[in-house]
């Protein structure tokens, strides 16, 4: 997964190099619109052109780079959000569901290190939340329960799998169990 990651980017900066049409980042064959195009309601869904929006909205730093890509579904941000440092390396990658974060979170530093990794359960944090120090090896982590922070126990008892997830975003030679828990 890491390798796709690093490949996406790679094409991404040489397709940009080459192009100011908004189509090359859309997922499949979706609708895709300007970020600044989108307007907000009072529960901040996004519409465009007055309906709520379906599709893809994107933004571009100053140099032409790609800055964020988010899904949206009937205004709801559903799917993934994502945004780039202006040096084109991916920052940040939220799943989002009904507008909620729900699933991972991950964030990355300029030079493409992980920094965080955080489990979302419907806007709340729920398993484990990962913090990585400037080399990308896990500083601390922690285990939540709906936002609240538990004993380790729990996320032993309950949220092993989300390792496997965490995993798919990580360089291979990250260890994971190197760190007390907190």
């Not at 944090?125 to 538990?150: A, K, N, S, W």
């Not at 008892?157 to 007390?180: Q, R």
Request: charge should be negative.
């Amino acid at each position: 997964m890491w390798l796709k990651l690093k490949f996406l980017i790679v094409v991404t900066m040489i397709v940009v190099g080459c192009s100011n049409d908004l189509s090359i980042f859309a997922y499949d064959n979706e609708q895709i619109v300007s970020l600044n195009d989108i307007t907000q309601d009072q529960e901040s869904r996004g519409y465009y052109d007055g309906r709520p929006f379906t599709g893809t909205a994107v933004s571009l730093h100053r140099n032409s780079n790609l800055n964020n890509r988010i899904q949206f579904y009937y205004g709801e941000i559903h799917g993934q959000a994502e945004s780039w440092h202006s040096n084109q390396v991916l920052a940040s990658l939220v799943e989002y569901t009904n507008h909620q974060k729900d699933g991972l979170a991950i964030s990355w530093n300029d030079r493409g290190v992980v920094e965080t990794v955080v489990h979302y359960e419907k806007d709340l944090q729920q398993g484990l939340t990962i913090y990585f120090d400037d080399l990308g090896e896990v500083d601390q982590y922690y285990c939540f329960d709906e936002d609240e922070e538990v004993n380790q126990s729990y996320c032993i008892d309950n949220y092993m799998t989300h390792f496997v997830d965490y995993l798919n975003y990580l360089p291979s030679e990250t260890n994971l169990f190197e760190p007390e828990f907190n």
